[in-house]
């Protein structure tokens, strides 16, 4: 059983930066593909970015390429998500998920709120 541990989230203004983490206890992180979801109100919850085991492949939902970064650390069992030129439009509850075939463990989220 893996537990995911979200922190980083706030309030910032828009054009601001945040960065969650995601600590991992529980599993053997490198065996996990990684991944950030957010949920806003009224919406489905919905891929941001998503990272392999061993960190070499990212990929990112259109609306947030070029201003989100996903990376890992394995040696600290941690995911980051680094977000720059926040915009009001990426407000919303942030999730961690750890992957491995058909098993996938969610954090409880840590929530986002860009102000415009």
């Known amino acids: 059983q893996v537990q995911l541990l979200e922190s980083g989230g706030g309030l910032v203004q828009a054009g601001g930066s945040l960065r969650l983490s995601c600590a991992a206890s529980?599993?053997?992180?490198?065996?996990?593909?990684m991944g950030w979801f957010r949920q806003a109100p009224g919406k489905e919850r919905a891929l941001v970015a998503a990272?392999?085991?061993?960190?070499?492949?990212?990929n990112y939902a259109d609306s947030v390429k070029g201003r989100f970064t996903i990376s890992r650390d394995n040696a600290k069992n941690t995911v980051y998500l680094q977000m720059v030129s926040l915009k009001p439009e990426d407000t919303a509850v942030y999730y961690c998920?750890?992957?491995?075939?058909?098993?996938?463990?969610w954090g409880k989220g840590t929530l986002v709120t860009v102000s415009s």
């Open positions: 998920n750890a992957r491995r075939g058909i098993v996938n463990y």
């Open positions: 529980g599993g053997t992180f490198s065996n996990y593909a």
């Open positions: 990272i392999s085991r061993g960190g070499d492949n990212t």
